[in-house]
């Protein structure tokens, strides 16, 4: 696999995990404000974008598993990391969920 396609790869996953992110501050944002349906919707919403960066990440391991080499650079560690916080982050947010139902 040559350099240029695995930052492509990277990058998909960044980009992906990102929007997902940022989906998931929003559902903050409305749990704060007693939103609940639009925040289950921004999580929902968040896993799809995860589930595009796990695609990407996914298609890495394929190559990988068939034998293709893959030079790991920086910035697939970076995406790497990006992802797997983000997915933390949505897991957290989903337990804040149900204690702020309980809370209210």
Same mark, same amino acid.
């Given at each position: 696999?040559? $350099?240029? !396609?695995?930052?492509?790869?990277?990058? #998909?996953?960044?980009?992906?995990? @990102?929007? /997902?992110?940022?989906?998931?501050? !929003?559902?903050?944002?409305?749990? %704060? $404000? @007693?939103?609940?349906?639009?925040?289950?919707?921004?999580? #929902?919403? /968040?896993? @799809?974008?995860?589930? &595009? /960066?796990?695609?990407?990440?996914? !298609?890495?391991?394929? &190559?990988?598993?068939? @034998?293709?080499?893959?030079?790991?650079?920086?910035?697939? =560690?970076?995406?790497?990391?990006?992802?797997?916080?983000?997915? $933390?982050? %949505? !897991? =957290?947010?989903?337990?804040?969920? #149900?204690?702020? &139902? &309980? =809370?209210?």
């Amino acid at each position: 696999m040559d $350099t240029e !396609e695995l930052q492509v790869a990277a990058f #998909e996953i960044i980009l992906n995990s @990102g929007n /997902a992110r940022t989906l998931v501050h !929003e559902a903050f944002d409305a749990m %704060r $404000t @007693g939103s609940y349906e639009l925040a289950e919707q921004k999580l #929902e919403d /968040a896993n @799809g974008e995860m589930l &595009k /960066a796990h695609q990407a990440q996914t !298609e890495l391991l394929q &190559k990988y598993a068939s @034998g293709v080499e893959i030079k790991i650079e920086i910035i697939m =560690v970076h995406a790497q990391d990006h992802l797997m916080t983000t997915m $933390t982050l %949505r !897991e =957290v947010a989903l337990e804040m969920m #149900e204690l702020y &139902k &309980k =809370v209210n």
